[in-house]
């Protein structure tokens, strides 16, 4: 308590960041209470009624018909963003990693890592611009002999214009962890490949490869927990008239049904479901991991 | 060994293997570079080369009226002023409070350093959402003020370990030196640690700023009043929700065919991302740094 007293100095430093982290991020994970209740805004989160039954609003999600194509949109959506943007950032790296001449190599991977300044309002501005009839996608497509089509109308382009935007934004910025790990190989390697007639492929394979691995893996567990938690804004963005139904992913449904529709504690429990089962998911790929090679898992 | 031939063999693949890369690298290049220069081009052209679809590289039947009408009635100076203000104001409290905390967290002998600790980790891996978010706000009665987008993301528990990883990496002697010397707590923080912390303070300044200028989504949810939006919202306002059907001008240059709808809204994309590629080329050291200073540290 003495000791306390004595660093009053340094608890006063603390302050302002402890109050504002209770009021931010503490208070909000009270509030997630909503989900079990049958939130009355007047009487505030305690004094609302538990919900009878007390599941009640995951009951309702799971019961209802839309539900479950809103499920299978976000998991195709997941798995399609994963698939693609995963493995790019890393093939990048090693052809970036195998270019010669210092210049050009710093001028390509400067260029790469614009996209990622780009907001998503920009992004998706630019995506509706560029599939428009008039547009750059639609210059591309009679250049390869393909008619003019307007790709905003209907959901058939949604996914290609979603996930190549997100590889476009995120190939470049994304190889930075591997360079770095890449420049962690002792040359010595190479020299002694060289010495025993190894091509380039088999450098790749047995040098470059194992120097990325423990990298590939952490980030594999932690994009693993991100499936369903699609990049919901962009969704948000790209959403119109004609597409609507079959874009609506879990958390572009959290956001109508809480703060369009004011169904609170619906859209709380749908939330709080998605977390879980993203938690489920990190859990689980870091034990698979485990499995596979034990020295590369998380914890 | 190889024999003598093999490595001749192995010599030519890989010079192939080199042109083959240079040749691909300069494509992705221009994959990465041609969307934008499509949109200054479009930006600047005629309305009849732009509904053809002629325009490419550069701007043909040059036309500068999408950037007359955008300033003239979109109200972009005032949504440069809202967006810069509410990033300085943003970044200036992130990067003192985080400082005063993770200085604090960092003493080795500071009563409170593992409650602390236990008491931020605990927010890495729980969190409230959109909704509980949205309606303390509201309780808080922070709707339409510009708090909104500044105090909730001022503190994360990332950035304060971040914060104090560097902070380890200054030797403790200075500090005690400092201490005899007679300086406080604060004193130390202010003149010891930051001036040796300068590449932390640039890449998170620096990610803070284009951080707030990125973002429009707690805009969205928090600020209604037209006139104290940030620029990103300017932009889904001209380009989605056709908001440029109030601004009669522009609505009637546009049925007169003098000009495309995509004048003015590549105009507003450019007007929206120009501050941030005039100051990428000078910048870009730092924003690289920051990738890697986060995965290092955090």
Redesign the interface.
């Known amino acids: 308590m003495r000791k306390l007293w004595q660093q009053k100095t340094l608890i006063l430093m603390a302050i302002p960041g402890i109050v504002l982290v209770f009021i931010f991020k503490y208070i909000p994970i009270y509030g997630i209470l909503i989900a079990f209740k049958d939130y009355k805004a007047a009487r505030g989160v305690w004094g609302s009624e538990w919900a009878d039954p007390f599941l009640e609003n995951f009951i309702r999600f799971f019961k209802n018909v839309n539900s479950m194509q809103v499920l299978w949109n976000t998991l195709r959506v997941g798995v399609a963003t994963l698939v693609w943007t995963f493995p790019m950032p890393m093939i990048f790296a090693i052809l970036l990693n195998e270019l010669k001449g210092i210049w050009y190599k710093r001028t390509i991977q400067t260029v790469s890592y614009v996209p990622h300044f780009i907001s998503v309002v920009v992004i998706v501005s630019m995506l509706n611009g560029f599939g428009s009839v008039n547009g750059m996608f639609n210059d591309v497509r009679e250049w390869f002999g393909l008619a003019r089509i307007d790709m905003n109308n209907g959901d058939k382009y949604f996914l290609l214009q979603y996930v190549g935007s997100a590889v476009w934004q995120g190939v470049g910025w994304g190889s930075i962890l591997y360079l770095s790990a890449l420049s962690n190989v002792d040359t010595f390697l190479y020299d002694v490949a060289n010495i025993d007639g190894a091509n380039r492929w088999q450098k790749i394979k047995n040098i470059a490869w194992p120097a990325i691995l423990p990298t590939t893996s952490v980030l594999l567990i932690l994009n693993a927990g991100s499936i369903l938690n699609t990049d919901f804004t962009k969704i948000l963005l790209m959403q119109n008239d004609s597409n609507r139904s079959q874009l609506e992913v879990l958390s572009t449904f959290v956001y109508y049904q809480g703060i369009v529709r004011g169904n609170f504690e619906y859209a709380t429990a749908v939330n709080l479901f998605v977390s879980v089962v993203g938690f489920l998911m990190v859990y689980g790929t870091n034990m698979a991991v485990r499995k596979i090679n034990p020295e590369n898992n998380l914890w | 060994?190889?024999s003598q031939k093999?490595?001749n063999q192995?010599y030519v693949?890989?010079r192939l293997?080199?042109a083959a890369?240079?040749v691909?690298?300069a494509v992705?290049?221009l994959?990465?570079?041609?969307?934008?220069l499509?949109?200054i081009a479009?930006s600047l052209s005629s309305n009849q080369m732009?509904?053809?679809?002629q325009v490419?590289w550069f701007p043909k039947e040059f036309n500068t009226l999408g950037y007359g009408l955008l300033f003239a009635e979109a109200n972009i100076w005032g949504a440069y002023y809202n967006t810069i203000v509410i990033a300085i104001g943003a970044t200036a409290f992130s990067l003192t409070?985080?400082s005063?905390?993770a200085?604090?967290?960092m003493?080795r002998d500071?009563?409170?350093r593992k409650p602390?600790t236990i008491?931020?980790l605990i927010?890495m891996?729980?969190?409230?959402?959109?909704?509980?978010?949205?309606?303390?706000i509201m309780d808080?009665g922070l709707i339409n003020s510009w708090w909104s987008l500044i105090?909730?993301?001022?503190?994360s528990?990332y950035s304060?370990f971040v914060y104090r990883a560097f902070y380890r990496g200054i030797s403790y002697e200075i500090r005690e030196a400092a201490r005899i010397d007679g300086a406080?707590?604060?004193r130390i923080?202010l003149s010891v640690y930051v001036p040796l912390s300068k590449a932390l303070y640039a890449t998170f300044g620096l990610f803070s700023l284009?951080g707030v200028?990125?973002?429009?989504?707690d805009a969205l949810?928090y600020i209604r009043d037209q006139g104290r939006q940030p620029i990103?919202m300017v932009?889904?306002k001209i380009?989605?929700t056709s908001g440029t059907s109030t601004m009669t001008e522009i609505t009637d240059m546009l049925n007169n065919g003098l000009l495309n709808a995509?004048n003015v809204?590549?105009a507003?994309?450019l007007a929206?991302?120009g501050p941030?590629?005039l100051v990428?080329?000078f910048l870009?050291k730092y924003?690289?740094q920051g990738?890697?200073l986060g995965?290092v540290k955090g």
């Open positions: 060994m190889a093999m490595k192995i693949g890989s293997f080199d890369l240079i691909f690298m992705l290049g994959i990465f570079v041609y969307p934008f499509n949109v479009v732009i509904s053809t679809g490419t409070l985080t005063l905390l200085y604090v967290l003493l500071f009563v409170l602390l008491y931020l927010t891996f729980f969190s409230g959402g959109t909704v509980p978010t949205y309606l303390l808080l105090l909730p993301n001022a503190v528990a304060v406080g707590e604060f923080l284009v200028w990125n973002s429009f989504y949810l990103q932009l889904r380009v989605f995509k809204q590549y507003c994309i929206t991302i941030i590629l990428y080329p870009q924003f690289a990738m890697q995965a």
